[in-house]
């Protein structure tokens, strides 16, 4: 039943961010397409793992994230003044090396 939670208030925020025109759909779908590639890879290797493993793993994942999480003001400014910066240099939309990062991001949700 968590997971149906889950997937709901995953699906009404999906659902709100892109009717307001929110979703960079390109990023959506590398990051989608990663978490698809690897879902089989990652749920074998967590049946093999001990538990203690998982939740040690789990607990360093949030430690590293959180200093991203506080500073994610700060990193979205600089990367919209770095966006402007590069749209004044060259226009085009999503590069190779844009979809790779982004399905590296998939693949290690």
């Keep these: 039943t968590s997971l149906v939670a889950v997937l709901c208030a ?9 009717l307001a025109g929110s979703v960079d759909w390109g ?3 590398a990051v989608t397409g990663g978490g698809i590639l690897t879902a089989n890879a990652g749920a074998r290797l967590a049946q093999k793992l001990p538990g203690y493993a998982l939740k040690f793993g789990l607990g360093t994942f949030m430690i590293c ?45």
């Design 27 to 29: 990023a959506a779908a």
């Design 65 to 109: 994230i959180a200093p991203v999480t506080l500073c994610k003001p700060w990193l979205l400014k600089e990367a919209e003044r770095r966006r402007s910066e590069h749209d004044e240099e060259e226009e085009g939309g999503f590069t190779a090396s844009h979809i790779v990062k982004l399905a590296a991001i998939g693949c290690t949700v």
């Design 10 to 18: 995953g699906a009404a925020g999906a659902a709100s961010y892109s």
